[in-house]
Structure formats: structure tokens, C-alpha cells
């Protein structure tokens, strides 16, 4: 199924519905993933079945102090907690399995569950907020947030399965965080996020978004320009990214649609302020017509930050560019400073801070090739958005699935089998790729008794 055409069931036909209703199916029981799918290439139909095993339900584990549910742990000896940008990408393919509506509900329930937990002990202005990672005690509760799709990823799971209990129970809460997101990373209301963290810790606040991104390398934490409270710290950051700003504004519009799918009218037009203020300031503030893309800012000044990173690639996924802006993009996303042997860099490979394997420094990872290409396949650049998503998967084919790649080489870094790389599968499954293309097989393949 293209992407287009999966992006436009908006309360109709689910792939549930088009899978005879697998989701209802036992939660008991092997599955055999080979026989859900068909492809033009055997070896992309291993790559499938590694993925989903290895990359999605290897990582579901039992409940662990504080979290109550069944959980998504990533991968490695590190990542022990249950994250937000890395379960989006496992939930999304884990709701095409039969039987999994249940397991996915109380995974998201995780999130609220910290929420309320939170909340119970912070003052107003930091209630709502969930936390990049839900860690595995005796780990101390991380002060900061994450890349905020929670929303876009219970739309994808719906528009798999159809689950509109799902529904009913995340709007609310989706809602509150993306408002506790506004107020307390948009400080001075002008439209655009920044990072921060309420432990005051720079590298905190980094953590917030890719980590290790050039275009933060002068960040800064302040006080917040306005709020004169007793207890206040030094936990804003003083650069709006175009990552965040982008990833909220496609989580908005997610709710936007999920709103109107559940009849709630009222929600559905408290949030399209926010996404057009949003996506003005990004045009006003963040666009540069020379480097050909959108670029952070210093959070007081709007002064732009002259390194093009991977989330300067971000607003594409969100539907902010203009199609002009957008064909500029694709135009220099085509050039050799981003062209690597395997494309997409985490930083345009003639800054002098470039290095093929750097973390989020030089770097590929799935997840962002995947968004990036999806973003241009929405803007009719098809044939480049295929030609990383093609160059993505060969590439794992060829190494391994792996956390991130050296961009020169393609050779694996990182975490073996990490969960965000089920984004190998959504590039197939999507419509992205053209070399290897995957669809699920007819429905009643899988009917259970």
C-alpha cells in the first residue's frame, strides 16, 4: 500500500479491516511472518522477518518496577526504560500482528501511568509532562522529555487496527503533553520548540532530540524569560531546533485527525492554532534559501544557526515547507554534501565537524532516512525519496540491522538489532522503495479459529 493511500484512511477502512480483522485474532500462538507478507525479493522478505522478530517483539518484555504493563525495551545494555520516539516505530509495525490491540494499549498506558506519577509531585507549570524514557528502577526518574510523536504513532496504530478504544484512551492525555510541550519548551510563544530539562544539565536537554546534533554545540540553559517562581532553575534552552518544532507539528496534526475520527470537534480546532503558528514561525524564522532548507535559531534572537543538520530534513515529514521550498530541499538533499554512499548524514558532510560514523555527528540511521523519505514521497520527489529508502534497505541487507550506519562505509554501529530499524520494514511496507517492494499478503491467510 503507498504511503499516500494508508495516510488517507481517516476513519474508514483500516488495514485491520482489510486483513479480514487479524487484529482480533488469538494473542496466542506462534505467527508466521514470512506467510503475512510477499515481496519481489526473498532477500527482503528475510529482512522482514528478522525485523519484526528481532526488532519488534524481541523487545516486548513483562513489567518492571515502575512500569506496571508490558513494555518496549530497545535493545542493548544501556537502554533500559521504555523510550518515546524509539516505541513509536515498534508499535506501528507490532499492530499489524494479529491479536496485539490489548498488548498495545497497555503499553501506551505506560505513558500515563508516569504521567499521573509526575504529576502528583510536580508544581503546575511542569505537569503533563512524560519523560524521554520510563526507567527501569533503581534508575532516577529522568527530568526531561523526548521527541514528541506519541500522537502520530496512535494514528499509525489505528490506521492498522482500527482500535478505537485506543483512541479513548490517549486523546486526553495526548492533548495535556502536547500542551505541557508548548508551554514549557515554546517560552516565549512565538511559535517554535526548544530543548530544556528541569535537572538544569546541559547533555540533558541535548537528549531531548538528536542527541548529539551540531547545531547545539553553543547551547545554553537559562531561566525562563518570563515566570518569576519560587524554586525556578536554569532549564530552558536558548535554541529552538527545527527537529522537535517539527515533530510536534506532525504530532498536532495527528490529533487533529484522531479528534475528528472520535467526533471531538471542539479539540480538533483548539489545536489548528498551534500547527499554523507553528508552521508560519518555521517559514519566517527557520528557512534559509541559500543553505536550501530550515535551520535552528537562537531562541531570543531567531538568528539562525549556519549548520544544516538531519533535523533540518524534519520539516518535510511535518508538511511545513512550501512545494517551492520543498523542491529546494530535494534539490539539495540530491547534491554530494548529503550524498554519501549511503545517504541520509546526520550533518552536511562538508562541515568540518563531519565524520562518517560520528553519533548524530556523520552518522545514517533508519528511522530518520525513513521520515525524510517519506516526507519527499509527500511532496511528489518519489524517485529520490526511493532512492535512500532503496540504498537504506540494501544496506541492511547487506550489514545487518543495526542501530546506525557509518555513512561512507555503511558498516554497523551501535546497538545489534535495535528497535528503531523495524523502520526497514515501514520504508517497504509504505510504498517508499521501488527496488524491493512488500505488501501483506490476502487476510484470510491468517484467519484463526
Not at 4 to 10: I, V
Not at 101 to 112: A, G, S, T, V
Not at 202 to 214: K, L, P
Not at 253 to 260: F, G, Q, T
Request: proline residues 5%; contains cysteine.
Amino acid at each position: 500500500m503507498k504511503r499516500r493511500d494508508f495516510m488517507k484512511l481517516a476513519g474508514g477502512t483500516t488495514l485491520a479491516q482489510l486483513f479480514g480483522e487479524i487484529a482480533d485474532a488469538s494473542e496466542s500462538g506462534e505467527i508466521d511472518i514470512r506467510a503475512m507478507f510477499e515481496s519481489n525479493r526473498e532477500d527482503a522478505l528475510k529482512l522482514t522477518e528478522d525485523v519484526i522478530q528481532k526488532c519488534v517483539l524481541d523487545k516486548i518484555v513483562p513489567p518492571e518496577p515502575p512500569l506496571r504493563q508490558m513494555w518496549v525495551r530497545p535493545g542493548g545494555p544501556y537502554y533500559k526504560g521504555q523510550w518515546i520516539w524509539d516505541t513509536m516505530f515498534v508499535l506501528d509495525l507490532l499492530s499489524i500482528l494479529p491479536g496485539k490491540k490489548k498488548l498495545i494499549r497497555d503499553i501506551f498506558q505506560n505513558y500515563w501511568d508516569f504521567q499521573d506519577r509526575w504529576n502528583a509531585e510536580q508544581p503546575d507549570y511542569a505537569r503533563d509532562m512524560i519523560t524521554v524514557a520510563i526507567k527501569t528502577e533503581p534508575q532516577e526518574v529522568r527530568q526531561f522529555s523526548q521527541i514528541p510523536i506519541l500522537a502520530w504513532g496512535v494514528e499509525r496504530v489505528y490506521r492498522r487496527n482500527g482500535d478505537k478504544d485506543l483512541l479513548k484512551q490517549c486523546l486526553g492525555r495526548l492533548e495535556r503533553f502536547h500542551e505541557w510541550f508548548w508551554r514549557e519548551r515554546d517560552v516565549t510563544n512565538v511559535g517554535l520548540v526548544a530543548v530544556g530539562s528541569y535537572s538544569g544539565k546541559i547533555q540533558h536537554a541535548r537528549w531531548e532530540t538528536f542527541d548529539y546534533e551540531c547545531n547545539m554545540d553553543g547551547l545554553k540553559l537559562t531561566p525562563h524569560p518570563t515566570r518569576k517562581g519560587k524554586n525556578e532553575g536554569a532549564w530552558y534552552g536558548d535554541i529552538c531546533v527545527t527537529g522537535n518544532t517539527s515533530y510536534l507539528v506532525l504530532a498536532e496534526r495527528s490529533l487533529v485527525r484522531l479528534a475528528k475520527i472520535m467526533g471531538d470537534s471542539e479539540m480538533a480546532a483548539r489545536r489548528r492554532p498551534r500547527i499554523e503558528k507553528a508552521v508560519e514561525a518555521m517559514r519566517t524564522h527557520m528557512w534559509d534559501e541559500k543553505a536550501g532548507t530550515f535551520l535552528s535559531v537562537k531562541r531570543d534572537t531567531m538568528e539562525k544557526i549556519p549548520v544544516a543538520t538531519i533535523s533540518s530534513w524534519m520539516p518535510l515529514t511535518a508538511g511545513v515547507p512550501t512545494k517551492a521550498m520543498a523542491r529546494r530541499m530535494a534539490g539539495v538533499l540530491s547534491s554530494p554534501a548529503w550524498q554519501t554512499p549511503l545517504p541520509v548524514p546526520t550533518v552536511d558532510s562538508t562541515d568540518k565537524r563531519w565524520k562518517s560514523k560520528s553519533f548524530w555527528r556523520g552518522d545514517v540511521w533508519p528511522p530518520t532516512n525513513y521520515q525524510i523519505s517519506s516526507g519527499l514521497a509527500d511532496y511528489g520527489h518519489r524517485d529520490l525519496a526511493a532512492d535512500i529508502a532503496d540504498k537504506t534497505v540494501a544496506n541492511a541487507i547487506k550489514n545487518g540491522i543495526s542501530e546506525h550506519y557509518d555513512s561512507v562505509s555503511g558498516k554497523p554501529l551501535g546497538v545489534k538489532d535495535y528497535c528503531m530499524s523495524s523502520t526497514l520494514v515501514m520504508m517497504m511496507l509504505d510504498g517508499l522503495t521501488q527496488e524491493y517492494t512488500l505488501k501483506c499478503r490476502d487476510s484470510k491467510q491468517f484467519d484463526r479459529p
